[in-house]
């Protein structure tokens, strides 16, 4: 029961005191709220679930609230959020239960009050889901393996971690519900992302694995990925991939016995293989010698490199490690002018972020290539900070000619060719006839043009003021990649020039 709360140690006014004892009390009421909705959940009560519903939702108004005011202890709310909601999943909370939790300042509860507080309204989920009621903890080994996973993470792929926590931030709205849905912990969707990808939706291996979370083309078939009659292929789609990836893992963990160190094995090495293996090993787990050696050395290490960063994700404070801040509030770009993603990238600059927003445009719109033609009135999935970055500098000024005129640059134009000219004398028929000049010939349009090395669809549309998509339908090119080669000859089919 939260009864009272000492003063903070600094200086805080009469004023500020009173302010965090009113948030208190509202908390108390709330606590109050949901252990008696939980009492009418057990008995069946009609309204008891959304009386629990209306309380959580006020212990998220009190904590955004308790995030603003100065001298409100939050650690110790997000403890009781985090014990709450625990009740609500495993029963009434036994005698001395501990606040802080086992790991003390650094462990799984101190994690919580370093996460959550940029998480704000979401703050009860999130405190429910990053604490001890995530359930990743207790699904895992965490042995010398792991720990050597995340030693490689926190020395040579630190950047690599960093970057991918950068570029799932972004992402969270997208891919998060989907695992959430399948009551997955979100640790694993970002170990796997992380590991797969690090975040890049069109990466490709060269075995023709694809997207954020990596699916063969065979296997995303069979979980709703692939070609969308478009030319687009839905494995590069963060929302579908996590879909596909939760749905994937959740069949693996049903055939084997819900253990992850096996679910993970069978999404690097093959699900025939990791079956075969848990059916003939009696129940032994993944880390027994007759298991693990069974699998490749890609799969050796691929399972605790994914419990790795899924640690760190759940951990970051007691390994020193201090992750971005992300502002990803989405929002919608509508373009003004015709641009491509290339052409942001330049006008947005770096804004408050390291690398700019060209992998974020690009996460965000997986179906549009860099260099791709965007027609003014086009919608982009991006950010509040993205939006108004691009009406400050994408619209007009110096930085959006600067940006246009990079885009525009052809390298093929900066080289000069040069060769002998042969003069032609006139036949002398009549020295003394007046020569009339013959009248000069206007050359005729391109019908057609044979591309160089370097250009884009995009480009020579630029080049001859076509529309990009006119230009690929006259030539049978197919978007979005809108693949062209050196030497291609192309229609310049309803091209002004």
Request: net charge neutral.
């Amino acid at each position: 029961m939260l009864c009272a709360f000492s003063s903070p140690a600094v200086a805080q006014s009469k004023r500020d005191k009173a302010a965090a004892d009113v948030l208190y009390q509202r908390m108390q009421a709330a606590e109050a709220k949901y252990r008696a909705a939980l009492v009418g959940i057990a008995n069946a009560d009609p309204g008891a679930q959304a009386a629990s519903d209306a309380a959580l939702e006020d212990m998220e108004d009190v904590m955004a609230a308790c995030m603003k005011q100065r001298g409100c202890q939050a650690p110790t709310l997000l403890a009781t959020f985090k014990r709450l909601l625990k009740d609500g999943a495993e029963g009434p909370a036994g005698e001395g239960d501990d606040d802080v939790g086992e790991g003390g300042e650094y462990g799984p509860a101190g994690a919580v009050a370093g996460t959550v507080a940029v998480d704000v309204p979401e703050a009860a989920r999130a405190a429910h889901l990053l604490g001890e009621g995530h359930g990743f903890d207790r699904m895992v080994q965490f042995n010398p393996a792991v720990q050597a996973g995340i030693r490689r993470w926190l020395t040579d792929m630190r950047p690599s971690l960093m970057d991918s926590y950068e570029n799932y931030e972004y992402m969270r709205h997208l891919m998060w519900p989907q695992f959430e849905k399948a009551g997955l912990p979100e640790a694993l969707l970002f170990g796997i992302m992380a590991k797969e990808s690090n975040g890049r939706v069109h990466s490709t291996s060269r075995a023709g694995a694809a997207g954020p979370m990596q699916f063969m083309y065979a296997t995303g078939l069979r979980f709703g990925l692939g070609p969308d009659g478009t030319g687009f292929d839905t494995r590069y789609d963060p929302r579908a991939s996590a879909m596909a990836s939760a749905a994937y893992l959740n069949e693996r963990m049903g055939q084997l016995n819900r253990n992850i160190e096996l679910a993970l094995a069978a999404y690097n090495g093959g699900e025939g293989r990791a079956l075969r293996v848990y059916r003939g090993a009696n129940g032994a787990p993944f880390w027994d010698e007759s298991v693990y050696n069974q699998f490749p050395a890609e799969t050796r290490d691929y399972v605790p490199m994914v419990i790795a960063a899924a640690w760190l994700y759940l951990h970051p404070r007691e390994y020193g490690l201090k992750f971005p801040k992300v502002d990803a509030r989405p929002a919608t770009l509508r373009l003004a002018q015709p641009t491509s993603i290339y052409q942001l990238a330049i006008c947005l600059g770096t804004g408050d972020t390291r690398d700019g927003y060209m992998r974020t445009l690009r996460n965000l719109n997986p179906r549009y290539q860099p260099d791709g033609y965007l027609a003014a009135g086009t919608s982009l999935a991006a950010t509040t900070r993205i939006v108004g970055l691009y009406n400050r500098w994408c619209t007009q000024g110096r930085r959006a000619e600067l940006a246009r005129t990079l885009v525009n640059s052809n390298v093929a134009s900066a080289i000069v060719r040069t060769g002998r000219v042969e003069l032609v004398q006139p036949e002398a028929a009549d020295a003394t006839a007046a020569v009339t000049p013959a009248p000069a010939a206007v050359p005729a349009k391109p019908r057609s043009y044979r591309v160089q090395r370097g250009e884009t669809l995009t480009s020579i549309a630029r080049k001859f003021e076509c529309d990009t998509g006119d230009l690929a339908d006259a030539n049978g090119i197919k978007a979005p990649r809108f693949a062209i080669r050196p030497g291609q000859q192309l229609a310049l089919a309803g091209c002004r020039q």
